[in-house]
């Protein structure tokens, strides 16, 4: 079968209080870099394992290596920076910083790439790998946070971010990739109003960016190889089982959402904040949605039945064959990690194969 799998997944997973603690030690100093990849790699080594015997066919490494699902690999991009997150941020403590444009964007050299052959040598099934979208680096501090003098037209950034990602891509794929994710939270948060505004103050017009992201997302992946299957994640935040935005999907945004050449769409369908189904209804021939269903945000275990009533809602705008099932994030977007425990996150991953087989058979 062709990823997305009918039993899915995001990517992150929590990480182990072995894995925290040696993250800790590093920092501080006290751990080499050398002796925490030996802690790294037993950690991710173990979850694959655990994914395989769940009868995942996705494995991921769970993010086990980065702090944060986007800014390990931005900061790596030339002309990216780390700085302090301004404007609207998550209601929590140790917020994490943003992405800011400070000289031309490029990538010169392979990112992650070592991540992921450690991850292919480990499992015997599909290894997944997930990235920010180009659109990330954008979307956070927006216009106000990519330099003026660098690129006084922002053309010439898309132009350079989306050449930068295809670099990227190319180096994954020789190294084996053929199942990616681009994650990109854009689409979601413009559905809420209050984000929109905080768009308006950061200098864009919101009304303009989801084709903007949709195209980046397609130069970046222009040309890609046949046999490279890729997908896209949208959601409204994921912070310490926080969230950012709330809203449904707007047809408007949804409309130029679909319009990435990507093969399926990971969307979140957890709470009410999610609004319902009818938007699918645009979905292209041919492509697939993975239905974010499962919560990450609690260890509140889905019933089967419910589950099944929410595919079968879903199946009146989509053809069942069309559709996944998956948790509506990760489990650990930072490396805080989700407010729930090793047990349960298992639990909810075992309880979407489940599913899957008896819905999809």
């Not at 979850?47 to 690999?73: N, S």
Request: glycine share 6%.
């Amino acid at each position: 079968m062709i990823a997305p799998f009918h039993a899915d997944q995001v990517g992150s997973l929590l990480r182990p209080t072995e894995l925290r603690e040696a993250r800790a030690r590093a920092k501080a100093g006290a751990l080499s870099a050398e002796q925490l990849r030996t802690v790294e790699n037993r950690a991710i080594e173990r979850a694959v394992r655990k994914q395989e015997e769940i009868g995942l066919q996705a494995i991921t490494d769970g993010e086990f290596r980065r702090d944060f699902w986007h800014l390990d690999f931005l900061k790596q991009l030339e002309g990216i920076e780390l700085v302090r997150a301004a404007g609207l941020t998550f209601d929590a403590d140790d917020v994490p910083p943003m992405a800011s444009v400070a000289g031309k964007v490029a990538c010169s050299r392979p990112i992650m790439v070592d991540h992921f052959t450690y991850l292919k040598s480990v499992t015997r099934r599909t290894p997944k790998f997930t990235l920010p979208s180009p659109g990330t680096a954008h979307m956070r501090g927006g216009r106000n946070a990519i330099s003026r003098a660098v690129y006084p037209d922002l053309d010439e950034f898309w132009a350079d971010i989306s050449a930068a990602y295809r670099q990227a891509i190319r180096h994954l794929y020789d190294a084996g990739c053929r199942y990616l994710q681009l994650d990109d939270v854009g689409f979601s948060y413009l559905c809420d109003e209050k984000v929109r505004e905080n768009f308006r103050r950061n200098g864009d017009d919101p009304a303009t960016l989801a084709p903007v992201y949709a195209k980046a997302i397609n130069q970046a992946l222009r040309d890609r190889p046949r046999d490279l299957a890729v997908t896209m994640h949208t959601c409204r935040g994921n912070f310490r089982s926080t969230w950012f935005a709330a809203g449904g999907y707007q047809d408007d945004v949804v409309a130029a959402m679909f319009t990435a050449d990507v093969d399926g769409f990971f969307m979140e369908y957890d709470s009410e904040r999610a609004g319902g189904f009818g938007p699918l209804r645009q979905l292209p021939r041919g492509k697939k949605v993975v239905l974010g269903l499962v919560t990450t945000k609690s260890g509140v275990l889905e019933p089967k039945d419910a589950l099944k009533r929410r595919i079968d809602e879903a199946a009146k705008h989509v053809a069942l064959e069309n559709l996944c099932l998956s948790p509506q994030c990760g489990f650990s977007s930072t490396h805080h990690g989700n407010l729930l425990t090793e047990e349960e996150q298992w639990a909810k991953l075992a309880r979407i194969v489940e599913v899957a087989a008896e819905v999809w058979h």
